[in-house]
């Protein structure tokens, strides 16, 4: 009977519209979730009989009746926070979170980039799931295994220094003095101050003294000598206040001012107090001519005064992570408390042949299904996926005035459809009057 009919075709429509309902209301409820992704119902009519029952005779439709639930993917505005700890995506692409979630075990994927360090120096969301990434070698370099993305390897051991390299222009109209290494200060005419470490990283303030030599008889060169020295105190079997030397050699200067050649007088050898004896210390000057140099990159003799151009060594102390950058490409760089600043990693991203089939998980997170196919995992900013930026987040891509105006349409869809069921009430009952 088409009253009957009516009344099914109605209470359809009122479920799908109730159903499409509590899509807006979730949308609208998570308009401050971060990473979040609306919704939105697709509605599909349905046949009043079916195909291979039907008559000549034309039928009406059952109804209606959601179909799907579709996840709208478009990008969320990124709002910037002060925790370079929170990161966003900028494109396409989901982080890759490693642990349980809901009762289930194993990888998810989330744009909510909600990131802090757990006491095992991990990132981890809310919901303490680890983010995935590359990690490095002992020399720094990123290796190709996926896995858990230590930010925080706790205290750094300290490198003791095995090459100090030392850039200066020594005076060439300085006058010869006469050395004394009792009063390198007042017998030398250069000096420049260097910071190297030993096999504990503790630190020692090293001075290196230039003393011109002789006037050179022609076609000879003009040699300068140095002295690498301490304080007595920091040497075993030193005394506090007399110098110590460490190292020395003799530096070879062309008449153009060029470094003609290097050559090493005392070898190098330090027995820092309470530390590994024999630390030996390398000094270089630049890449002298016999070097196959041009004799100008480091020390170099002009007529102009004694300073020192360049200076560094590689020793350090040991240190810990003080703070972390991101850069756009997921490449974590620590910045620890030694002054140290090597690279700790590099967050993966992963992308899909069809982020439709996707499956929701809760808590921001979805799961891969074989309709979404398996995840394309590789740096951020290669194979068109997404790239980090570091100190934001991705707000979810609510819009309220639609949302609100979707609200709209569905109660209106929900009150016509409560009239069709009762205006076949009424007919129904007009049935049952005739009988009186």
């Given amino acids: ?53 039907a ?22 505005a990124l709002m910037t926070t002060d925790s370079p700890t929170d990161l966003a995506l900028s494109g396409d692409g989901f982080f890759i979170m490693k642990g349980t979630a809901n009762g289930a075990q194993g990888n998810f994927y989330t744009r909510a980039g909600q990131f802090t360090l757990n006491s095992d120096g991990f990132l981890t969301n809310p919901s303490g799931l680890v983010l995935q990434g590359y990690g490095v070698d002992n ?24 090459l100090v390299d030392i850039a200066a222009n020594l005076d060439a109209a300085a006058v010869p003095p006469t050395w004394n290494p009792l009063d390198p200060g007042g ?22 003294y230039f003393v011109k030599g002789p006037a050179p008889v022609l076609p000879a060169l003009q040699t300068w000598d140095w002295h690498a020295m301490v304080d007595g105190a ?18 070879s200067f062309n008449t153009d001012g060029s470094l003609q050649s290097e050559t090493v007088l005392v070898p190098s050898s330090w027995d820092f107090v309470g530390a590994t004896a024999g630390q030996a210390i390398a000094f270089n000057f630049g890449t002298s001519i016999l070097e196959a140099g041009t004799g100008l990159d480091g020390t170099t003799q002009f007529a102009a005064p004694s300073t020192t151009t360049g200076i560094s060594q590689d020793g350090f102390a040991a240190g810990s992570v ?31 042949g069809s982020v439709d089939g996707l499956a929701r998980a809760g808590d921001g997170l979805w799961a891969e299904t074989r309709e979404s196919s398996q995840p394309l995992i590789g740096p951020p900013e290669t194979g068109g996926r997404a790239a980090i930026v570091s100190g934001a987040l991705e707000q979810s891509n609510v819009d309220l005035g639609q949302e609100f105006v979707s609200l709209i349409a569905f109660q209106r869809g929900f009150q016509a459809n409560s009239k069709i069921i009762t205006t076949a009430d009424e007919m129904y009952q007009e049935l049952v009057n005739l009988k009186r």
Avoid at 324 to 352: C, E, K
């Fill in 55 to 76: 008559s000549a005779v034309p039928s009406a439709g059952g109804g209606s009746r959601v179909s799907k639930v579709q996840q709208m993917w478009s990008q969320g």
């Fill in 139 to 162: 020399l720094g370099n990123i290796q190709a295994n996926l896995g858990d993305l230590l930010i925080n390897p706790g205290t750094v051991a300290a490198t003791p220094s095995t």
């Fill in 234 to 251: 920091e040497i075993t079997g030193g005394t506090a206040g007399v110098p110590s030397e460490g190292a020395s050699g003799r530096l």
């Fill in 322 to 352: 003080a703070a972390i950058s991101v850069s756009n490409d997921g490449v974590v760089t620590g910045f620890f408390t030694n002054g140290q600043r090597p690279t700790l990693g590099q967050v993966a991203v992963a992308d899909f």
């Fill in 1 to 53: 009977m088409s009253i009957l009919r009516s009344l099914n075709t109605g209470a359809a429509g009122l479920r799908a519209h109730s159903d499409a309902i509590d899509v807006v209301g979730d949308n609208i409820a998570n308009v401050n979730t971060v990473g979040f992704k609306r919704s939105r119902a697709i509605f599909q009519d349905m046949l009043g009989r079916s195909i291979a029952g």
């Fill in 187 to 208: 017998t030398s005419n250069f000096s420049t101050q260097v910071t190297v470490y030993d096999s504990l990283g503790a630190a020692h303030g090293t001075t290196v």
